[in-house]
């Protein structure tokens, strides 16, 4: 199956999440995170909601572009997928601000 987390410190959002090989392709992981941006954006006190992927992980990056995030940066060396290397990845960090 899969999860969406989600940490709530002071004036931010930090999601993240992942889904079992067979369940991708649906547009599930895209939905429930656009829901989590809506609810915390509904919230006054949340000025901004991010989250980080594999910079080779596209579909992840377009979950999150689907989901109404940008991109700002790279944030090197910062991920542990253990699936793929037990060294540090690069990650993509994308975020909605409210502004």
Do not use: W
């Amino acid at each position: 199956m899969g999860y969406l987390s989600f940490v709530h410190e002071g004036h931010r959002v930090e999601l993240a999440y992942a889904l079992a090989t067979s369940f991708r392709g649906h547009g599930y992981v895209a939905e429930a995170v656009k829901a989590v941006i809506d609810a915390a954006m509904d919230d006054s006190r949340i000025f901004r909601v991010s989250a980080v992927c594999d910079v080779e992980h596209q579909a992840s990056a377009r979950v999150l572009e689907k989901a109404g995030m940008m991109q700002e940066g790279i944030a090197r060396r910062s991920i542990v997928e253990p699936n793929l290397s037990p060294e540090p990845r690069d990650a993509a960090v994308y975020s909605v601000v409210r502004q």
